[in-house]
Nanobody
Framework: VQLVESGGGLVQAGGSLRLSCAAS????????MGWYRQASGKQREWVAD???????NYANSVKGRFTISRDNAKNTLYLQMNSLKPEDTAVYYC?????????WGQGTQVTVSS
């Protein structure tokens, strides 16, 4: 399994970012996937997930602002983040959902300034 996250950066509050996760080493289309995040000094938390059939779920803190999607032809998971808030600042990771593998990629840093 290999998971490579990208697309993070520094953005002002109210701005947008689109994260990508390139997956390999497993049959991507057959696995439900999710996004997780870890803010400095806090535990990693679940953000959103998407089933193999495209059904989505979101944490209350991001509902209505974030959209998870997947492109099985490209083995890629996405997270469109709009109306970003300073409290969204964290390292974002992709992994299997609802039970992540023990392996985690390097993540991508998202920093939202006020």
């Amino acid at each position: 399994v290999q998971l490579v996250e990208s697309g993070g950066g520094l953005v002002q509050a109210g701005g947008s970012l689109r994260l990508s996760c390139a997956a390999s080493g497993f049959i991507f289309s057959g696995i439900a996937m999710g996004w997780y995040r870890q803010a400095s000094g806090k535990q990693r938390e679940w953000v959103a997930d998407i089933s193999t059939g495209g059904r989505t779920n979101y944490a209350n803190s991001v509902k209505g602002r974030f959209t998870i999607s997947r492109d099985n032809a490209k083995n890629t998971l996405y997270l469109q983040m709009n109306s970003l808030k300073p409290e969204d600042t964290a390292v974002y990771y992709c992994n299997r959902a609802p039970t992540p593998w023990g392996y985690w990629g390097q993540g991508t840093q998202v920093t939202v300034s006020s």
